[in-house]
């Protein structure tokens, strides 16, 4: 395939011969921003999305534009699967996963942060939730609610009739509406807590992590067998906030927290020594933080120096 390096997302960019693009490749870089967030949250995984995208472009450049209605809906139903292959083949591979696995964390330009559907929607949170679902549920659920599209259209992505599809996007809504955060909480009130939070951690307060964490807040973390994790989630105040303190005070290191925006919410960015050491997602449920997400794999912080554009359009 002909391409240019992306400096945006280090990926192949598809172009003509030339430098000039052709009708199939200007609508593929027209819809490639959605297409990458609809990959992202199916997969929770931006390098395995960007390989999604890959393997669409090669499918869209062999059908016949005249014969497409709606350009937009067939890269989307290409996307869809494409990536319920790839969701499939994760599974085996999350199962070998050491310790918990938390989707990749993507640092987004404000504008994501300011739509509140997009916000949620790729929320550490949600994000979560959506990993319970099973490939198809998952992808259903995603078409259907994310990104409204019609259930005839989901049924030709997913293979299913518009019957099953209707069906399948009731249960996977009644399931997801269990489990989603109970409450929508603004980006400022997020941040001022997370900064409370930081103030704590930097200077290993422990009544400072007890005032800010909720009673049964639940801390999970993500190393991926390279960096140093909790093997299983941790679940209350007391143990989260003593693990924290116990584990920096055992190292004489110089720790430094960053306010940023992650997958379009307030997050911490975490420097050791330094050096970047992981990303802290955070629930808040009344002014307390319900839920911790601490991504400290490597290879899930390589989108977090330079912003990754999503929409839903």
């Known amino acids: 395939m002909n391409g240019r390096e992306d400096a945006t997302t280090g990926t192949a960019e598809p172009t003509a011969g030339g430098g000039r693009t052709d009708p ?27 390989d999604a995208l890959q393997e669409t472009w090669l499918r869209w450049m062999k059908v016949d534009l005249e014969q497409v209605l709606d ?27 050491v310790g918990p696995w938390l989707p990749e964390p993507l640092l987004t330009a404000p504008d994501v942060a300011e739509d509140v559907e997009l916000a949620e929607s790729v929320s550490m949170a949600l994000m979560l939730v959506l990993e319970t679902l099973s490939p198809t549920e998952r992808a259903v659920f995603v078409l259907r609610e994310v990104f409204d599209v019609g259930y005839d259209e989901i049924a030709a992505a997913v293979g299913k009739t518009p019957a099953t599809v209707r069906q399948i996007a009731h249960r996977a809504r009644r399931h997801v509406d269990a489990r989603r955060p109970r409450e929508m909480v603004s980006p400022s009130q997020t941040r001022a807590v ?4 930081q103030r704590a951690v930097e200077t290993r307060d422990l009544q400072g992590l007890l005032d800010v964490l909720a009673p049964e807040v639940v801390l999970i973390s993500d190393g991926g067998g ?3 994790a909790a093997p299983r989630p941790i679940i209350g105040a007391g143990k989260v906030a003593r693990m924290i303190v116990s584990g920096l005070g055992k190292a004489q290191i110089a ?59």
């Open 24 to 50: 199939a490749t200007e609508a593929f870089l027209a819809h490639r921003n959605l297409l990458f967030t609809v990959a992202y949250e199916m997969l929770g995984s931006a390098a395995d999305a960007e």
């Open 71 to 97: 350009q937009r809906a067939y890269l989307v139903r290409i996307v869809t699967r494409r990536s319920l292959d790839r969701l499939r083949a994760m599974k085996r591979r999350k199962e070998a996963y």
């Open 194 to 197: 997370l900064a409370s939070f």
């Open 226 to 228: 390279v960096k140093q």
């Open 255 to 313: 720790l430094a927290g960053e306010l940023t925006v992650v997958n379009g919410n307030p997050a911490l960015l975490l420097h050791v020594d330094g050096d970047i050491d992981g990303v802290i997602a955070a629930r808040v449920e009344d002014a307390r933080i319900a839920g911790l997400y601490y991504v400290r794999n490597p290879r899930k912080l390589t989108r977090i120096a330079s912003e990754t554009p999503l929409t839903l359009r």
